[in-house]
């Protein structure tokens, strides 16, 4: 199945990211094959879930939202084949520092 970023929809406090592309070169130059890179830690926000409630019934506010460039835990997240792209899915919790 074909999956468009727009018909994406996140619940709860699920977060849809795009990662961003890690430098295929070194500071120094060294140009890197594929199997030498590491998975990315930095995404842009796609979509956003509208939130999670807690034990009482009242909605969790999200703390991000569409558009911010987010660092992420390295092994968070379910992948997600979108537009014949890998993008994630990732709880809120597993941001940890959006890129201003």
């Known amino acids: ?5 727009g018909s994406v ?12 592309e890690e430098e ?4 120094s130059g060294i140009v890197l094959p594929e199997s030498a890179k590491e998975k990315p830690q ?3 926000i796609m979509a956003v879930g509208p939130g999670a409630t807690d034990e ?3 909605k969790i506010p999200m703390q991000v939202k569409t558009g911010q460039k987010v660092i992420y835990k390295k092994w968070g997240g379910n ?6 792209e890998e993008w994630l899915l990732v ?6 520092a959006v890129i201003e």
């Open 9 to 20: 929809k996140p619940l709860f406090d699920n977060v849809l990211i795009k990662p961003l």
């Open 1 to 5: 199945m074909h999956i468009k970023s």
């Open 42 to 44: 930095i995404g842009q």
């Open 79 to 84: 992948e997600v084949r979108i537009e014949r």
């Open 91 to 96: 709880e809120q919790k597993d941001i940890i």
């Open 24 to 27: 295929s070169k070194t500071p």
């Open 56 to 58: 009482d019934g009242k």
